[in-house]
């Protein structure tokens, strides 16, 4: 099939409060612009040194929005912040407070999804629950930075019944942050080529799909 192809068989089973990003790491700037021309305009990478040059081969199509998903180191924040509109990995308070602060020097307001760890995994970032919970009054007050949901990644080797109990989860833990702090948060980012429709399920209202759309990656 084709890029084309495989992104309308998606869509087919999508609800329509569902934003689709296509995680294009590894994919090329043509394979980009396929995808944006059947409609899909928002597109998830994870290394700067990789999307600058696409970008720039790609400054033509103005409309679309570029959603960083890799883990996001504290030197590299200027930059990121630059590239893109949609920062997912945002994982511990310190960062969140730099970014906010760099926010504020570059007078943008960046979209952000914080980062958690529902289930125990030394392999992954992020908030531990009760950290995040006790993170809420600083995070509430930042100026630039706009909270606006949860990301999560789930541990490798789990069962279908134990992913939706960790997406499920995850959506458990953004209604409690807002009803017990000043942030309301809408979005949940999680569900990926392999999970997407249980997250779905579980109330993502964004899902980062590569593979299932653009086929196995291959170097650029």
């Not at 994919?27 to 990789?50: M, T, W």
């Not at 979209?111 to 125990?120: D, P």
């Not at 629950?129 to 909270?147: G, V």
Request: charged share 20%; aromatic share 6%.
């Amino acid at each position: 099939m084709t890029i084309a192809q495989r992104i309308e068989k998606i869509r087919q089973s999508l609800p329509s409060h569902v934003r689709l990003i296509a995680v294009s790491k590894q994919v090329s700037a043509a394979a980009i612009r396929e995808a944006y021309q059947v409609g899909v305009r928002d597109f998830g990478e994870s290394r700067l040194q990789e999307v600058i040059p696409k970008q720039e081969q790609l400054k033509d199509l103005p409309d679309i929005c570029w959603h960083f998903i890799g883990h996001l180191q504290a030197n590299k924040a200027k930059k990121v912040l630059e590239h893109f509109q949609w920062l997912h990995s945002v994982d511990n308070l310190t960062l969140a407070q730099r970014l906010d602060r760099l926010a504020t020097e570059m007078n943008i307001s960046p979209q952000v999804c914080l980062q958690v760890k529902i289930l125990s995994d030394p392999n992954k970032y992020g908030w531990e629950t009760s950290q995040l919970l006790q993170d809420l009054p600083a995070l509430a007050q930042f100026q630039q930075l706009k909270i606006q949901g949860l990301m999560t990644i789930l541990p490798l080797g789990l069962s279908e019944s134990e992913k939706l109990v960790a997406f499920n989860k995850t959506n458990e833990l953004s209604q409690n942050i807002n009803q017990r702090s000043h942030l309301s948060l809408t979005e949940l980012s999680m569900g990926m080529s392999n999970d997407y429709l249980l997250a779905i399920r579980a109330g993502a209202t964004m899902i980062r799909l590569g593979t299932i759309l653009f086929g196995e990656r291959q170097s650029i």
